[in-house]
């Protein structure tokens, strides 16, 4: 049943947000249904698919298992942000030339996993990037697409700092 | 960033200049779904929405006694708690058969269950509030009161005598029956020497899309219209069944279909919440969301695939094939799913065994029964997986006994490349295949040679690794053969109109749909060529019958094949209406000009005369400038079915590379291979990812995914975290290469590509675990999906 209601305070994608919430509301039912950010998919609703995958204080999140209420205070950043950023536009280039995505719902999750890897690791093997998006599910692709992209974008970007 | 592209160029009357035929053209739709921008069905939010839930059965087979529904219609948030007999008077049933499936016989299905739940999941109550959160809350709140009944769920005993009858006016839990004996049988399995006599099982599964079915029900009371916003395979036939059931016309029913998270077949049917949905709009005079989570997608999006098929081949020492037979067993659940019904899976097993080889000695048998689980129906490659398992498994199992190479094996029984047209022992009718050129494609694409010394160096280290093969054919194009013939309201046409606008570009209005297989980008590459413009100047507009051609939309690797020839000729029909007002306004022979890059211009010499832009500004804002007599029709409309072939078979053949750990019994999947002769190839990048992602498809069958459930019809393990689906880190790299053997059926000459890597990887991946594990003297493994455990059980280990 639904219960506390909490007040909270955060900032996504920049902009200051103070909403109140239920207490059982996720993340990702916060931004597609309180802030109408739609890019942030639910899959499975249970950790499994990472659809629903976001930035929480510059850490990737499942938005399924994270609470709204402990976004309290927190910097959140969802696939609608960083486009706009353009954070990511190589990557999201890389996609769409390479074709690594058929129905695109995994995507923004998928986007932002990469950007995470890369971030941590310059110059990954085809081995670390399936390990590191094997928590993100594509029904159509196969992943090769995926990882030929993320491979390729790592590669592009280990040459422009060299 | 590596592209396969190995494809021969086709020159035909394709080759048009500056054609975007046979190039990798990045889909125009990607942007917005790389940037969070698509427009799935559960991102629709409508005015005055309410959004529903539904009560489920927690038993395999109940009778639903009684409902109170006092608590949850008081509960915070709730506008209604409707019953299956009260939704009834708003929507009538539906039986899910068809007549060219003979003595096919199946119950009516109401779209929530009144009086008796058959399978666990089934809806028996809806309950509709402002939120989905407070539906749910309120599902909690209503009573129900069952009376378990015994539910019907091995196949094997489902038509015994002592079993229930699942549906008493039926008469026994047979929907549907087949048999087949041709050439002489008996006399071929007697002059073998030697016969495979083995039970393959395929395991139930289920396409696992990753956005959920869902559903945006609008019944607007002030115009007596029904808009539904639907993540939907086919928008004309869901219209059409809308209409039927609500007793509306078509031109009262809108069905819009934006960006679908994945359909692979799962979205091509009639669900009894979604129709429910509709009509608790319809009820409600106000929108009603349905998105089904992801327990609800496991115990009612169909399932495919549970197959026990007892299989038979017969082979001489010279490595022909004598003979094969099977007896197919397949339990579908307590209804034939409508419209399609649940009885073509069993049906395609039939059809298909055997036929990529010559032999004509083809016995089969097919049972189709009813138990109380789930219900089965179309799924990606339908009934292909389970027959190229079968025969390719067959295939392998023969050749090891003979001592035969498993390729040679094949070389000699597969129907030589030039002998189309020809038949299948089945009666399937082949206008041209290309088997043993993708064999030779493929024994030096993959270094067959060089693998199997890899492979016998590294048995003599303890490691054990295997190769197998899956040649296989593939029904694509479908004519009404599939379901006009049958009853379905089903088309097997389509249509598409290509429009100039004011400034000189197009739009291509298609009635096959967008799933993520790319289907606009080569409705768009198709269009630009045949009229004449870059692509960049191509809109293209599905997924709404308000506004598209009446069409079938996306399913049995349609959407090129038909759904794109039906551009080309559209494009090309308006390529001549625009040459007329061009010659009348440069006073030139139509014939004499061209429209390239966008600009007329003089076929010979490609000199330019007039760009688009000018044209269209004179036909649409100066017309009276145009000589009398001449009208601009800017529009042009055409429609495309195929006529001479019942179905345009492609074929192929996939290679597996892997390696088993005999002491774990994982699997390490090392390479794939596949090389698959689609026809004309309008995009290679799109059709080698089709195969891509077909395949990992398949692998996910071999491997992991099966619904599994206990002996009172409960489904153990609907949820991602027990039912494993392919992630990365499992996936092998595939390559892909080609044959071309157009279809002469259309100018495109385009054949389906999207199921071809669904239907071979399962048997590639078994025969080469079978043929890992052979020097071991492991027994061959049969019995889909191949989880660790049954590895160690073959092995002796456990």
Redesign the interface.
Known sequence: MSGTALDISLTVNGERIAERVDARTTLVDFLRESLALTGSHVGCEHGVCGACIVRVNGEIVRGCLMLAAQCDGAKVETIEGLSDAGEITDLQTAFEQRNALQCGFCTPGMVLTAQDLLQRNGAPTREEIREHISGNYCRCTGYQAIVDAVESVAQTRAGAKK | ???TDDSPPVLTALDRPNSYIGRAV??PN??R????????V??V?LPRMAHVAYVRSPHAHAAVKSIKKTAAEKA?GVIAVVTGAELAKVMTPWVGVLTHLKGLKSAPQAPIAVERACWQGEAVCAVVAR?R??AE?ACELVEVAYEELPAVVDPETALDGKTPVIHSSLGDNLCFERKLDVGKVDEAFASSDAVVETTFVTGRHT??????RSIVADWNEGEQRLTVYQGTQAPHMMQDLFAKHLGLRHAQVRVLTK??????GIKVHTYADEMATVALSKLLKRPVKF?A??IESFVTDIHARDHRIKAKIGVRKDGTITAFEIDDLTGIGPYSVYPRTSGIEANQVVNLVGGPYTTPNYRAQARVVFTNKNVMCQYRAVGHPVAVAVTEGLVELAAAKIGMDPLELRRRNLIADDAYPTQSAAGLKFEKLSHHEALAHLDSMMNYAGLRAEQKKLRDQGIYRGIGFASFIEVTNPSAAFYGVGGARITSQDGATVKLDAQGNISVHSGVTE????AEAVLAQVAASAFGVPIERVRVITGDTDNTPYGGGTWASRAAGIGGEAAWQAGKALRANVLAVAGAMLQAKPETLDIRRGVVVDAATGAERLPLEELARVAYFRPDTLPSGVQAELMATRHYVPRGWPFAFTNGIQASYLEVDVDTGFVKLLKHWCVEDCGTIINP??VD?QI??????GIGAALFEQCLYDERGQMLNG???DYL???????P??ECGHCVSPTADSELGAKGAGEA?TAGAPACVMNAINDALRPLGAAPLTDMPFMPGKILAALGKV
């Open positions: 960033m590596k592209i990045p889909r990607l942007k779904l790389t940037q969070g921008r698509g427009q799935y559960s991102d939010t915070p939120t959160a407070h809350d396409g696992v899309t990753n956005e959920p960006d679908v998270g994945g359909s692979f998105v989570d992801r799933q993520g297989q790319g990048q799109l990812e891509r992602g077909g395949i990992v498809q949820n991602m975290a689906v392919p992630m990365a880190a499992e996936m790299d595939i890597g």
